[in-house]
């Protein structure tokens, strides 16, 4: 399996991005997908997740109410729909996913598939 994000930028506070995450290979062994993010000098966070059916989202609290996290499964595509956002949000925003992740639990080793990381700047 195969990640790959793109949507970041450079955005102004208040404004909004929507990353996208786009997954080939053997898709259909995924049964978890998220977004976690690192700011410069800080450790890796989680900011959501979706199950492989698309039905059940989570969110960080930092982000509820403003983030949304979705999935095209035709498309084999998850994305995060990131509004109203603050300088806090800024960091590299990686999609990762999970193949034996049946609860889909946020811990990071529970993602054994990872994209390159697109940066966003706040």
């Known amino acids: 399996v195969q990640l790959v994000e793109s949507g970041g930028g450079l955005v102004q506070p208040g404004g909004s991005l929507n990353l996208s995450c786009a997954a080939t290979?053997?898709?259909?062994?995924?049964?978890?997908m998220g977004w976690f993010r690192q700011a410069p000098g800080k450790e890796l966070e989680w900011v959501a997740n979706?199950?492989?059916?698309?039905?059940?989202?989570w969110y960080a609290d930092s982000v509820k109410g403003r983030f949304t996290i979705s999935k095209d499964k035709a498309k084999d595509t998850v994305y995060l729909q990131m509004n109203s956002l603050k300088p806090e949000d800024t960091g590299v925003y990686y999609c990762a996913a999970g193949d034996r992740n049946q609860r889909c639990l946020k811990q990071i080793p529970e993602f054994n598939y990872w994209g390159q990381g697109t940066q966003v700047t706040v």
């Open positions: 979706i199950n492989s059916g698309g039905t059940s989202t």
């Open positions: 290979g053997k898709t259909n062994v995924l049964n978890c």
